[in-house]
């Protein structure tokens, strides 16, 4: 079998399995919980490349880089995920589902999908703070081969949001991505990205 086809075959697999894992997690709640969730969306920008400095710089070559260490990098990106909570304003756990695109600092393409549980504490009428738990399908390229390998890292995540009355929520969230070398994105450091969040209740949500 010809190679080049065989690798395409592979990535093709591959990427049929990450959409594939997301459709699960949707579909693992009932059809009432669907109806009564939450729509959110992701928006990359600030990433944080935990340690890096003069002496052990991140990727110098970012072409989005905000300092001379590479530390600071803009990841530009969107995502979108749902939040099956009836109650999207009260205490409380929900499963959560998200998909994430957005441009590692080679400015190369990177991909999230995967899912976990969220704990929910309303801080006042207004304002919540979320703890995601969850774990996502990578899929992030070798830089010198532009190959993608597919792996699984968790996806730790601290969200804090505004509520508006029977409305959407904005907020932003802190996540943290353990270091991993299958991808040169995450080679080298442990790293926080800056997130701005939305989300915006469908059908059958109840709000109090």
């Known amino acids: 079998m010809n190679k080049t086809y065989f690798c395409r075959a ?10 594939i ?10 059809l009432e919980n669907i109806r009564a969730g939450t ?11 935990i340690g890096a400095n003069s002496e052990h ?5 970012a072409p989005l880089k905000l300092d001379q260490n590479g530390a600071f990098v ?5 995502g979108i995920g749902y939040d099956f909570k009836k109650e999207a304003n009260t205490s409380g756990f929900s499963g959560i589902a998200k998909f994430i695109y957005f441009h ?15 704990y929910r504490y309303m801080l006042s009428k207004k304002f919540s703070g979320d703890i995601d738990l969850s774990c996502a399908l990578i899929a992030g390229q070798k830089w010198k081969t532009s190959k993608y390998n597919f792996f699984v890292l968790p996806f730790p995540a601290i969200r804090f949001s505004y509520h508006f009355d029977n409305k959407p929520t904005v907020g932003f969230s802190f996540t943290i991505s353990p270091k991993s070398k299958l991808a040169s994105a995450v080679g080298g450091f442990w790293i926080i990205f800056l997130m701005l969040n939305a989300s915006f209740p469908i059908s059958g949500t109840e709000t109090k």
């Open 10 to 19: 592979t990535v093709k697999k591959k990427r049929s399995l990450s959409v």
């Open 21 to 30: 894992i997301f459709i699960m997690i949707l579909t693992c709640f009932n």
């Open 39 to 49: 729509i959110e969306i992701d928006m990359p920008g600030l990433s944080y490349h």
């Open 57 to 61: 710089p991140a990727y110098l070559l």
């Open 74 to 78: 803009y990841n530009p990106g969107l």
């Open 104 to 118: 590692d600092c080679n400015f190369k393409p990177f991909f999230i999908c995967g899912g976990g549980l969220r």
